[in-house]
């Protein structure tokens, strides 16, 4: 008995022993202790003690467990440390007892000792506001410890001692935060703790079913709670998932900036493991792909808080703000790069990162804000200005009201995302409704009408699905390749295929794919045009617009689209004036279009083109209307016509817009949408002429001198006697938000494009300095004044396999009745005496157009000529012309291969220059 006694001590005595040589590993037992010990990695490398000396200092404790390479290891400090740097820098800056402008420079010299090299003013702001953040968070939650109710609780995130506290450690005046930085705090903390707490549990977990295990755990819709002030049974199984989500990213895209770069391999497989661990996952699941779109959303989200420090630590120097945008919108978008190829980027790449900056910060405000919609769209306003270096003054309502739109189905589009990923795990899992969420972070109510409701949440869904795809399409674009793009996309479907999937789960199989389709294509086609639009944007020279046009046709190219760049151009700028119509309301809207013209125009659109991209986007807007409505099977052509004559007046402000020829086009169109055919835009053999007026009611004589106008441009156009005198049909005139509008149609027989577009601008010009005085009109009636004219050849959305839509323009040519007396034309100057109103292009006999039959008799003419080549047939910009070009040329278009005709003596000159192409 003796002998097993001492036995069993010594077995003991040998345990404690071995286990005693063993370096102690303390794990975190709470995310409180995680903190902890990531602030005192922080503390220690802000001492400027290396990391070696830091870890020997501070043993083996850390929030995760440590990788045996020497290399993964040190990553995994850096991590640490800079995890715990907010925590650390507040402690430091509450207790700095010197002056604001001392202890700013203390927490910069800590701050570069951290990262090993000096910190910039534009960085160093940023970091101050998240000390800020990371105080107010400790003051929210001792206030909500205290709180008995779940209204003490949401007070707290109205804490009047948390925005002083804050204001104290990042130097801010406490003005300046608002609540809905109190409740950013609260959310990305507990976030950060709900992701530690998975972290921990999937590291203990001992298989796959304790770890799928770790996301049912209590205590993490109890924090997600605790941090909103709500009941933890009023929390969603699909919240949690979408906070794990953005953690996991942020953890990610935080490894990624603080590896070592050199060893890019072992840096993306750490950022995956974290990812993997925070959002309950398998590193395995995880591609470079996805790894690779999930930093690309946590910069875009840091990028925003970086840029928003940074533009209000600037104040009103012009300077200072350009120089946020100039140093931090490149180091983020280089930051998140795994690729770490070195290339230079673009100032598309750098535009577009803002603008997915301004995104992620309009969805957050939408989110977060709390009060009314007005409120809630004046602190949104300065944010997203901010967040792309601007003032708030320098958006338009237009601007406003479009990304308030993008962030709100940004929010609806991550719920459904969340939703899709918990019903994976458990298919009785609860979910926030996706159209419910857009609707509360838009701040707008339903109709109340059961019918309209429902195709407006068809068309809501449908957005979502093809910004699911644009998501997806921005990060494959980066490839150099078709074949590494396709190869991307396809690694993203469970991003793509698989929420649409949960979106349209109503929907029969069939229906779905055709909605997925076309989600695809219209996102693949945006994403170019998006890009273009912003490179044309910031473009200042003819250089900077050149590799706008190169980058478009070789994005074009690695997207796997078939059509010309211009078209993808026209196509965009046609989504803008739909997605301005939709997301401004009935008070607004008339100004939200002009401000969109602006715009387009500021990116390379002529003024004269603005029409054609209007009525291009009625049409597609009204058929997606059809397409939703025709979706309900129970719903009749009655109702659906209904539905969309209501929403198609509504947005473009023209009450007699539905006629029959536009319901066919509508239903035509709408008809290939729902099928998901590939549709292709089709020039129309007719050029469409609208003179804008500042008159409130259609006047016979006002139309009469357009009418007047054209015939005298037609004449000019009598380039032969086999191609005789265009006629001008269609005539009407139309009250586009209470403004009068003059339209009327030119066919342009057999014109090449060259001249199809000297057309266009000869009759813009020629109707912008028109007189619409009349001695006949009364003393001191108000005359109306032409305020745009728009001209250019139509087009027609159609299905790639109609050969029958587009091909109705013959009878155009025919002489059409005028809905309006006419008046005799009004002479044009001749330029000079010799020149005749009825003289022909001088012949040539070099080439020759096939002569083509004159559509009716003409009076006689010359003999029939030859138009004579020239290398420029476009007529050089005169500085009268109102349809000037801008100081900058747009990109150029090779030639028509089609023979031009030398411009007639008498042409009105067009005011573009012949190496100039608008885009």
């Known amino acids: 008995m003796l002998f097993v006694r001492q036995l069993v001590l010594t077995t003991c005595l040998l345990i404690m022993a071995c286990t005693a040589q063993k370096p102690a590993v303390q794990k975190p037992e709470k ?16 001492s400027g003690k290396s990391l070696a000396e830091c870890r020997a200092q501070l043993g083996n404790s850390t929030s995760m467990t440590r990788p045996k390479d020497a290399e993964e290891a040190a990553n995994l400090d850096r991590f640490d440390a800079q995890k715990g740097a907010a925590a650390a820098l507040a402690e430091r800056l509450s207790n700095c007892t010197g002056t604001k402008a001392q202890c700013r420079d203390q927490a910069k010299e800590a701050l570069s000792k951290l990262m090993g090299q000096n910190l910039t003013e534009e960085e160093l702001a940023y970091d101050l506001q998240r000390a800020g953040a990371s105080k107010a968070q400790e003051v929210i939650k001792a206030c909500q410890a205290n709180a008995s109710t779940t209204e003490e609780k949401k007070a707290c995130l109205r804490s009047d001692a948390a925005k002083a506290e804050a204001a104290k450690v990042s130097g801010r005046d406490a003005g300046k935060i608002k609540n809905e930085d109190l409740a950013k705090a609260a959310r990305e903390g507990a976030a950060s703790d709900m992701a530690t707490i998975m972290k921990s549990c999937m590291e203990s977990a001992e298989n796959a079913t304790a770890k799928k295990a770790c996301l049912k755990r209590d205590d993490l819709k109890s924090t997600m709670a605790a941090s909103m002030g709500r009941n933890k049974s009023d929390v969603k199984d699909s919240e949690v998932r979408e906070s794990l989500r953005q953690a996991a990213q942020n953890d990610a895209l935080m490894m990624l900036q603080n590896c070592n770069k050199s060893e890019m391999a072992k840096c993306k497989e750490q950022a995956k493991t974290l990812q993997a661990k925070a959002s309950g996952k398998n590193a395995s699941e995880i591609t470079d792909s996805k790894l690779q779109l999930d930093a690309s959303k946590a910069m875009s989200r840091n990028l925003a808080d970086k840029m928003v420090a940074c533009v209000e630590d600037a104040g009103e120097n012009a300077s200072a703000r350009a120089l946020c945008k100039e140093r931090l919108a490149a180091s983020s978008v280089q930051s998140a790069d795994l690729t770490q190829s070195g290339r230079k980027l673009s100032q598309t790449d750098l535009e577009v990162a803002l603008q997915q900056a301004a995104l992620s910060k309009a969805r957050e405000i939408s989110e977060d804000c709390t009060g009314s919609r007005q409120e809630c769209k004046d602190i949104l306003t300065e944010r997203v200005a901010m967040s792309m270096g601007k003032r708030k003054e320098d958006l338009t309502e237009k601007d406003v009201e479009t990304i308030m739109e993008e962030g709100a189905r940004e929010a609806g589009k991550s719920a459904a995302k969340a939703c899709r990923e918990a019903r994976e795990e458990d298919a009785n899992a609860t979910c926030e409704d996706p159209v419910e969420k857009y609707m509360q972070s838009r701040k707008i109510e339903k109709s109340g009408d059961t019918k309209k409701d429902d195709v407006q949440k068809k068309n809501i869904k449908q957005n979502m699905a093809k910004d699911l795809e644009k998501d997806a399409m921005r990060v494959c674009l980066e490839e150099a390749s078709k074949a590494e793009a396709d190869k991307c996309l396809n690694e993203l479907k469970t991003e793509t295929a698989d929420v649409s999937a949960e979106l349209f789960k109503d929907l029969p199989a069939e229906a779905q794919q055709a909605k997925q389709k076309r989600a695809k294509l219209d996102a693949s086609r945006e994403v170019v045009g998006e890009r273009f639009h912003l490179c044309m944007k910031a473009a200042q020279t003819q250089e900077e617009k050149d590799a706008c046009l190169a980058d478009m046709k070789n994005k074009t190219s690695i997207a796997g689209l078939s059509e010309k760049a211009e078209d993808i151009a026209l196509r965009y700028r046609g989504q803008e004036v739909a997605e301005a119509a939709r997301a401004c309301n009935m008070t607004q809207r008339a100004a939200c279009i002009q401000q969109v013209k602006d715009e387009l125009k500021q990116a390379g659109m002529k003024e004269r083109e603005f029409g054609k991209v209007t009525k291009l986007a009625a049409i597609k807007s009204a058929a997606e209307t059809w397409v939703a409505c025709k979706e309900n099977t129970t719903n009749s052509d009655e109702v659906c016509d209904n539905i969309v004559k209501a929403s198609l007046e509504d947005e473009s402000g023209e009450a007699g817009i539905w006629t029959d020829d536009m319901k066919a086009k509508v239903q035509k169109l709408g008809e290939a949408l729902m099928n998901g055919t590939e549709t292709v835009l089709r020039k129309l053999k007719r ?89 006949r009109l009364l003393v001191g ?98 500085p009268s012309s109102s349809q000037s070009p801008s100081p900058v040329p747009s990109p150029t278009l090779p030639p028509s291969p089609s023979p031009s005709p030398a411009p007639s003596p008498n042409r009105v000159d067009s005011g573009v220059d012949s190496a100039e192409t608008s885009w």
């Open 781 to 878: 009636r108000r005359l109306d004044q032409v305020t745009s004219v728009y001209a250019d050849q139509e087009v027609q959305e159609c299905a790639a396999s109609d050969s029958t839509c587009g091909a109705d323009t013959n009878s155009l040519q025919s002489p059409s009745p005028s809905p309006m007396p006419s008046s005799s034309p009004t002479p044009l100057p001749s330029p000079s005496p010799s020149s005749s109103s009825t003289s022909s292009p001088s012949p040539s006999p070099s080439t020759s157009p096939s002569p083509l039959p004159a559509p009716s008799p003409t009076p006689a003419a010359s003999p029939s000529a030859s138009p004579t080549p020239s290398a420029s047939p476009m007529p050089s910009a005169s």
């Open 687 to 775: 050029v469409g002429s609208d003179a804008v007026t500042d008159g409130t009611a259609c006047s016979d004589s006002v139309f009469a001198k357009i009418t007047g106008q054209l015939e005298n441009v037609s004449r000019d156009f009598n380039l032969t006697d086999a191609r005789g005198a265009m006629n001008i049909s269609s005539r009407r005139c139309r009250l586009v938000f209470g403004k009068a509008q003059y339209e009327s149609k030119l066919p342009t027989n057999d014109l090449n494009e060259t001249e199809i577009a000297l057309l266009s601008d000869t009759v813009a010009s020629n109707l912008a300095g028109l007189s619409l005085s009349s001695r």
């Open 31 to 46: 995310p409180e202790d995680a903190k902890q010990m990531d602030t005192q990695m922080a503390n220690c490398k802000m």
